[in-house]
């Protein structure tokens, strides 16, 4: 009796989650679509100055009202997730590739090369991590590119480990073995036997990943370190907003909402692949 | 357990000189060196020979590991060199203002096992109720709110609309305290909620992301710490500042990762020496 209630119950949770997962994949490729075609979609162009129209309270014809130069807040939010999010997303891209080589190179050949990168990981992991990337951003300067650096160098070890670890736990898995005794070459066992097998704990961690990332980026930005105004980046128009937080905090309120809003969906969609593994 | 303790203390060494290598190696490559720079700051133009000559006198012609050698000596010995800025010792710069930092971090912290504890235990009992669908859904908006957002957030509402703390806070004191440990706890509350099962390794990750987080917070509310006087260093390009903030922030952290994982093993009688590991 109390078995089959159980199974039901879980039934009904992986029903939810699955139907939460599209949900969430859909609005995710909304986001996506409305950041691919910002630049054809907002109302204003989102440099245009205009002094007589600064910092204007929200309104029909100014959703998110105006800044200090009189530029459209909801047109520059819009055309901002172009840059926070594409650069997230190569960010999370590049390490999660390289990541994934070194660590399944290093786990499937061992050896003196893989004690050096280990070690190598273990001093990137030293390190905490925004500390780090502050450190590599003020080495090269401001830009959305060295951001993007700066947080790669510090965040690839993470993807050496589990593909490190993974393909250390493969190895010896009979089937494996057994393609090695039908005469597979080292680069057929890697690409056809071994990386198929790890890419779902990748997948997720690059999934998990991109909310922080996303997050850390806007971070230096806030910081004067990532994306340089005038260019419309989250990160960069608050830290532009927060001067006049005191009369205008819609100027730091609205972007924040739309991180918040577009970002918080995005997360917890990504946070579900892995609850319904687990599951 | 004493053995696993000293082995652990070894593998500290190498990691120890990587760190103080890579920060070393990081701010030469920043390129301008302390003669150049002394230069720039007096303003004057002045000929190869003389620039030669205070190189020679610094040690700065030799080579790269022997300077390395010789800045690690003086490291030993609590000397940094000067701030390009204030002209200040570093180290003493640093040691100055780490106690800041350090309150922000503990308050935090406690903060965060106030809040976090509790509702977590509150939304494990009420398992799949509205209790625990709203504790989730908090801490899922909580986890996706970025830190400066937070804290413009509190400075707004706690600070202007309520004016119950002080928007840029007033030298140490537990009022100026609050906000900004209560933005970095609402972080890292959320992460906790999260997941609740392994609290104490969770300490260890949440002490290195306030080291970081700190900075961010830091400089938005005037919060005199190391944090802040990074970012400040990094805008006036202080590279010896920076380097001091870089190197110690590492060592404090793999040395509390140290101490939690010991802890972690003391504590937990039926984890085998070395047994966790790959």
């Not at chain 1, 997230?88 to 999660?96: R, Y």
Request: net charge positive; charged share 15%.
């Amino acid at each position: 009796m109390s078995e089959t209630v159980t199974v039901r119950i879980q039934k009904i949770k992986k029903n939810t989650v699955k139907g939460r997962l599209i949900f969430f994949l859909v609005l995710a490729a909304i986001l996506l679509l409305v950041t691919i075609f910002a630049g054809r979609i907002v109302p204003y162009d989102p440099y245009a100055q205009d002094l007589s129209k600064s910092m204007m309270p929200p309104s029909a014809e100014h959703l998110m009202g105006t800044d200090r130069y009189g530029r459209d807040m909801f047109s520059r939010v819009i055309v901002g997730a172009q840059v926070s999010i594409f650069s997230t997303l190569a960010l999370v891209g590049v390490i999660s590739v390289f990541g994934t080589i070194v660590g399944t190179l290093c786990g499937y050949y061992g050896g003196a090369v893989d004690s050096i990168v280990m070690r190598i990981s273990d001093v990137c992991l030293a390190f905490p991590g925004l500390v780090f990337a502050l450190a590599i951003a003020a080495l090269l300067g401001g830009g959305v590119g060295n951001a993007v650096i700066a947080l790669a160098a510090i965040s690839w070890p993470k993807y050496a480990r589990v593909a490190r670890s993974r393909t250390l736990a493969l190895k010896n898995v009979p089937f494996v073995l057994a393609a090695r005794l039908s005469g597979c070459t080292s680069l057929q066992m890697i690409l056809r036997h071994i990386l198929p097998n790890i890419l779902g704990p990748i997948l997720v961690t690059a999934m998990l990943d991109i909310g922080t990332m996303m997050m850390e980026l806007a971070g230096l930005s806030f910081l004067g370190l990532g994306a340089q105004p005038p260019t419309a980046e989250w990160g960069n128009m608050m830290s532009g907003g927060r001067s006049m937080l005191q009369t205008y905090p819609w100027l730091v309120l609205s972007p924040g909402l739309a991180i918040f809003n577009l970002l918080g969906d995005t997360v917890r969609d990504y946070m579900d692949p892995k609850n319904s593994r687990a599951r | 357990m004493k053995k696993y303790a000293v082995r652990r203390l070894l593998q500290l060494i190498p990691i120890l000189l990587a760190i103080t290598f890579l920060s070393y190696g990081m701010m030469r490559i920043a390129g301008s060196d302390v003669v150049e720079q002394k230069m720039e700051n007096t303003g004057e133009t002045v000929s190869q020979e003389i620039v030669d000559a205070a190189r020679e006198e610094l040690g700065l012609d030799k080579p790269f590991f022997v300077q390395y050698f010789s800045w690690l000596c003086n490291l030993l010995r609590g000397d940094m060199g000067t701030s390009y800025v204030s002209n200040k010792p570093v180290f003493s710069t640093f040691v100055s203002k780490l106690p800041a930092t350090l309150l922000l971090t503990f308050v935090s912290i406690l903060l965060t096992v106030v809040i976090s504890i509790p509702l977590g235990i509150w939304a494990a009992v009420r398992q799949n109720k509205i209790t625990d669908y709203v504790i989730r859904t908090a801490s899922f908006i909580g986890n996706s709110l970025p830190n400066f957002f937070v804290s413009l957030l509190l400075m707004y509402l706690f600070a202007i609309r309520l004016g119950w703390f002080p928007v840029i806070s007033k030298g140490v004191s537990l009022q100026s305290v609050a906000l900004p440990a209560l933005t970095l706890a609402i972080a890292m509350s959320s992460k906790y909620l999260r997941q609740v099962r392994a609290t104490v390794t969770l300490l260890t990750i949440s002490i290195g992301s306030l080291l970081g987080g700190t900075a961010i917070v830091e400089s938005i509310f005037m919060w005199d710490g190391v944090g802040k006087m990074a970012v400040d260093a990094i805008n006036m390009r202080d590279y010896p500042i920076i380097q001091a903030y870089v190197m110690w922030m590492a060592i404090i952290y793999v040395v509390v990762n140290l101490i939690t994982d010991l802890s972690y093993r003391f504590l937990d009688p039926r984890i085998r020496l070395g047994g966790i590991e790959q």
